[in-house]
């Protein structure tokens, strides 16, 4: 099966207590991508400036992500920069210049539309609509969100994620978008919305599905370093959404495997745990299938009771 | 197999954004105690003043755990009280009233002398260390420690814990303990002090077992309401030690299931959630084990991919 992830490709400057990189490949869509790349042939919507690197190009291109869907416009690439407290589980934004990304209209070119995965990353919520109503045969949508278009778009993310068969969030947004602190009954607000399937992730501790009849939660993977959490959730989604394309999961025929489900977070899991082992995407240059094969084993061994 | 607890009676003032107890039974040896009872024969070591209530005795008295060295001596028992913050990640302490519990001396009955297991619950570790020496047939002892302890009374601490089989404490404890922010290396370096087994609880993050050779990780229980983690943490203890003396897990006979202790980390959380659900030990009145093993059952549902 075949996934279309849209999102920002961006720039990124990055500090963390390991050190730091003046500009890096980064941005959500780059991440979710490389990620589920491992997984499934995928497919991206976005767009860059004139700066972008023929060797960042490359890079996705080498694991065989279609870059039909990449815009390059005149202008300059989103930059984003930010530096990471000591335990890193904080981090401060220096710039944000959203540059050619301001006025992105993602574009489908016809080659993805009858595609059965789509993963909708975080951008304006009717932008996102648009590119689903676009898609003729999406069998597993799905995506992420952001507080700005929780707090400020309200409405237009309702009536987007409505027809939506997954969210994809952290704890924080879960609670903002549900107005409530309790993740439980939050996780059940969230589920009226629309959505038949929530994932939150909780960072370093981890995260959770829920389903109107099932739960799931998964602690996180233990790491001895973490150099640079910047791009982790991202990977999860990319982790999460791409293995589930892999196995052609299909929601809608009514006899899917819940257990695909929670394999799917623990792939997520496993993706975000290795995008920290180094600065933004350089883990995925030599990252292999099977080092992401191990790691899910161990995930088994270490919660097995 | 049986149980010796030793540790704080007290009386507590909580208050939580659920409501308010001005005072009500608590102390750590308490929770442990109650804790363990569930699953096995449990006798405590503790000091209370004149004001100890009957019904307070009635209440560890009826659940079947001996009072034998549970010493009333003249004066007022242990007060402590505290409030939460709104999300209950964080409590400021009001009140801390040593009383009786300054000058505990823990005095082991002759009867208590040869039992098995041993759980020291946060004392002066000098304290845990004479109670450790009189006992003459533990095949399983370990306890529990504090920040106060770890930074005024390190040296004392590590010779005390160094003859420990297991010590079990939360994350910042232990990174406070090994120096060290990282919770793996943090782990290995504290594993070099003595104890073959170490437990680091992570609040509603949930718990990771370390061994030498393993790790094991679960997820904190999702409960729907949080009405006061006071004791929580006790009850997590109770639930470990409690689950492994009922088994007669015996870690020195070289042939012990290591899944015996990642089920006692899953019952030490079934524990100490059911913990959280009511105001102090109010919900230990109406548990019976039917409920403590159907929620074990669901965190097997619940974690299973």
């Known amino acids: 099966m075949s996934l279309v992830v849209i999102g920002s490709v961006a720039y990124d400057g990055i500090e963390t207590p390991h050190g730091k990189r003046e500009r890096t490949l980064g941005g959500a869509c780059t991440y979710i991508a490389l990620s589920a790349s491992y997984f499934t042939q995928t497919s991206i919507v976005a767009v860059v400036g004139e700066d972008f690197a023929e060797e960042d190009r490359a890079l996705l291109a080498g694991k065989g992500v ?53 993963f909708l990353g975080n951008i304006q919520p009717s932008l996102q609509r648009d590119v689903q109503q676009q898609m003729t045969r999406v069998r597993f949508v799905g995506g992420d969100t952001m507080n700005y278009w929780i707090s400020d778009y309200r409405e237009e993310l309702l009536a987007t994620i409505k027809h939506w068969d997954f969210l994809l969030i952290n704890d924080s947004e879960a609670r903002m978008l549900a107005k409530e602190h309790n993740l439980r009954r939050a996780a059940h607000k969230i589920l009226d919305m629309g959505p038949n399937t929530l994932v939150i992730k909780r960072g370093e501790y981890g995260a959770m599905l829920f389903r109107r009849d099932t739960l799931f939660m998964v602690p996180g993977y233990l790491l001895e370093d973490v150099f640079d959490p910047t791009g982790a959730g991202d990977c999860f989604a990319g982790g999460f959404v791409g293995y589930l394309s892999e196995r052609g999961f299909d929601l809608r025929n009514g006899h899917f495997d819940v257990h695909e489900l929670h394999r799917a977070v623990i792939y997520g899991s496993v993706m975000g745990s290795f995008c920290c082992e180094q600065f933004g995407v350089e883990r995925f240059r030599t990252l292999t299938r099977t080092e992401i094969d191990k790691r899910f084993a161990e995930f088994r061994k270490f919660t097995a009771f």
């Open 66 to 118: 279609s870059l039909d869907g990449l815009e390059q416009v005149p202008g300059k690439t989103f930059f984003w920069s930010g530096v990471y407290s000591d335990d890193m589980n904080d981090r401060t934004t220096l710039r944000t210049d959203l540059n050619v990304f301001a006025d992105f209209q993602p574009k489908l070119p016809r080659s993805y539309a009858a595609q059965p995965y789509l």
